[in-house]
């Protein structure tokens, strides 16, 4: 296909690799109830939802969440999350995909927003965490853009990884902020957290598959 051996792929794990909809949807609903909100379908989380996350919580609202407000969510959240994510897999083929990928000679690595400390074992446990050569979750407060952590991300990898080389493959708009926010290209999967509408006002590659994500980010990078 043309590529060069050091082609880079950056993954999001939540809503791309992780396939954790009704985890999300489930927590989500479980903190609003905590302020008397109404649940939501998957259909309104994806058509509403964006980061930060208090100014997802700002367009239920009307306002933005009191510090409060945003703990006591914030914390629902996490807790009823961690009960419904056993009954989650791995997205359709992305096994099949990172090994693909790391069998060519190729580099990749896993950035999320998701607690650094709860993601490892849970990437570990899924038997995928040789494919990456670094794994970074969130250390810090949740709530955040992914902007940040990027550049720390890609400063982690170094010389070997060229930023004008990767791609990031995620589910949200702020996943190709956070590209372009280090010079790297980005490409959006529809089957996570945003709907297809938002994604394509990000300006970059919209795919359905994670295949297609793929044979994306090679075009990129060729």
């Not at 396939?19 to 058509?47: K, V």
């Given at each position: 296909m043309g590529m060069?051996?050091?082609?880079?792929?950056?993954?999001?794990?939540?809503?791309?690799?992780?396939?954790?909809?009704?985890?999300?949807?489930?927590?989500?609903?479980?903190?609003?109830?905590?302020?008397?909100?109404?649940?939501?379908?998957?259909?309104?989380?994806?058509?509403l939802y964006c980061v930060p996350v208090p100014k997802?919580?700002?367009?239920?609202?009307?306002?933005?969440?009191?510090?409060?407000?945003?703990?006591l969510m914030d914390?629902?959240?996490?807790?009823?999350?961690?009960d419904h994510r056993v009954r989650c897999g791995l997205t359709e083929g992305a096994a099949e995909l990172l090994a693909g990928w790391r069998s060519a000679g190729r580099s990749q690595s896993l950035l999320s927003m998701y607690g650094h400390e709860e993601l490892v074992p849970l990437v570990r446990g899924f038997g995928i965490?040789?494919?990456?050569?670094?794994?970074?979750?969130?250390?810090?407060?949740?709530?955040?853009?992914?902007a940040e952590h990027m550049v720390r991300h890609l400063q982690a990898l170094g010389a070997a990884v060229s930023p004008s080389r990767t791609v990031v493959i995620?589910?949200?708009?702020?996943?190709?902020?956070?590209?372009?926010?280090?010079?790297?290209?980005?490409?959006?999967?529809?089957?996570?957290?945003?709907?297809?509408?938002?994604?394509?006002?990000?300006?970059?590659?919209?795919v359905d598959t994670l295949a297609e994500a793929v044979v994306e980010a090679e075009r990129l990078v060729a």
């Open positions: 060069q051996a050091n082609a880079h792929i950056v993954w999001d794990w939540n809503g791309t690799l992780f396939h954790d909809n009704d985890a999300i949807i489930g927590a989500t609903n479980a903190a609003f109830a905590e302020l008397g909100l109404a649940p939501i379908t998957l259909g309104q989380y994806r058509s997802f919580y700002e367009r239920l609202l009307g306002r933005l969440p009191s510090d409060a407000e945003w703990e914390g629902v959240f996490h807790r009823h999350y961690a965490e040789t494919h990456f050569i670094r794994v970074d979750g969130r250390t810090g407060p949740s709530g955040g853009s992914k995620g589910d949200a708009a702020d996943d190709a902020v956070a590209a372009g926010n280090v010079g790297a290209r980005a490409v959006l999967y529809t089957g996570g957290s945003h709907s297809r509408a938002s994604l394509e006002g990000a300006g970059v590659p919209v």
